[in-house]
């Protein structure tokens, strides 16, 4: 009886704690629900807010252009009529004058031809001179209606149309961003971001990526990237920090820019690459992410190792030369078990490295293969993977795969190695000055 208690026991706990796993299941998804729909209300309370603020300020510009534009054409009637009515109005001072002059003529002789016998000679002499004085038979020209001005608008009601067809196209309403961010992968020091099209028909010729601290609620988005490229490294990201990721694209022959992707949230626990302070010819900068061989030692240069093994196999390493100097074979870039050997190159043992000239070296010795010579602007990749172990003198060895990229190149290998290595060591060595090298 107590073996069957203990089984129905056992049932019944098991019961319990599926069911809690069910509710905790239940839970998250109703949580996730909520977050929809938090999304769909929030995204549209902002396109109705953006909406009314867009076409309150296109009514209130129109309104004003319309207004600026009816001054215009009124100020150039208030001009031609100003230009045309001078000259009517001075035509017409004269002939009122000629008026007034017939008027005291009539007058006069009137007066001549009322007067006695005894003056009548008098008056009417002096009547005929002021006659012949004022030229009865001269009289001013007055233009006519087809020689002055008809002023009248033309009003183009097609204009109407154009803005009927031109407001019925502008703007539109979509449910989903033309892209969204498809992965973010944690780097040294940063964040891949990789982003996608939804939306077929969107033809893009432009992304924008653009990045803010999660916590920071009142912190402007910053450009991380605009180019043609799905994907961008953002750096100097500091470790175990929320920050938000937004993409957007720009369609071809287009200025404006599409609605924003949907912000995700990703972070890197993984500290930045950095150079090893204080190695005799090379000056680093203040992240101490690149480096500067400098003329400041006359003997041959060790080689500069970073701060701490921090590059962990199934991630990229990878070099970018900002400057150059003159070559030599010793020149190398590369990654080692060790940061402690000294010497002038990494082209030794429990090393794998390449040369500025494109040689590429395997514990020491130089492979068949090689890479394109380093350039102004060259950047140089490792990818390292553990692939299997491996019987070695009576005990198990390591084989990694490694490939190295430059350029449109690259080279693909098996390192063995005696021991494990969860970290690697990388450094770089230049013999001669002006070479700048960034990593990350």
Known sequence: ?????????????????????????????????????????????????????????????????????????????????ADSIKPLDDCQSVIEHGVGQADELLRDGEAALRCGL???????????????????????EVPALADVPSVSAQLDDSLLGLLREGVSRHGSVSSRPP?????????????????CKVDEDFAAADYRLQYRRSSSGGSQYEDAYIGRDCEFLVLHLDPHTDFLFRVCARGEGRTEWS?????QTGFTSLNAHEWRPGTDGYILSSRRNIALRNDSTHTRC???????????????????????????????????IDGDQQGATLQRDRAVCVSTNGAVFVNGK???????????????????????????????????RVTIGSGNREVVFDWLLEHTADCLYFGCSFVHSGWKVLVF
Not at 15 to 39: D, F
Not at 259 to 263: A, K, T
Request: net charge negative; aromatic share 6%.
């Open 1 to 81: 009886m107590s073996v069957e208690v203990d089984l129905l026991l056992q049932e019944a706990k098991e019961s319990i704690e599926a069911a809690q796993n069910y509710r905790s299941e239940l839970q998250q998804r109703l949580h996730g629900l909520n977050q929809a729909r938090k999304q769909v209300r929030g995204s549209s309370g902002q396109a109705r807010d953006a909406l009314r603020r867009h076409f309150t300020e296109l009514q209130a510009a129109t309104a004003r252009l319309l207004t600026e534009r009816l001054d215009a054409l009124l100020a150039e009637v208030d001009a031609i009529e």
């Open 118 to 140: 005894g003056e009548k000679e008098d008056k009417l002499g002096s009547f005929t001179k002021k006659a012949l004085h004022i030229q009865l038979d001269s009289l001013p």
């Open 179 to 195: 892209v969204q961010i498809e992965e973010l992968q944690e780097r040294p020091g940063g964040v891949l971001v990789r982003w």
């Open 259 to 263: 609605p924003w992707s949907v912000p």
């Open 302 to 336: 060790p080689v500069l190792y970073s701060n701490a093994p921090s590059y962990y196999c199934g991630q990229t390493l990878t070099f970018k030369i900002t400057a150059v100097g003159l070559m030599d074979r010793l020149d190398s870039l590369g990654v080692c």
């Open 366 to 400: 130089e492979m068949t293969n090689q890479l394109p010579a380093v350039t102004v602007g060259s950047s140089v990749t490792f990818d390292m993977e553990l692939v299997h172990l491996i019987p070695h003198n009576n005990h198990d060895g390591f084989k990694l």
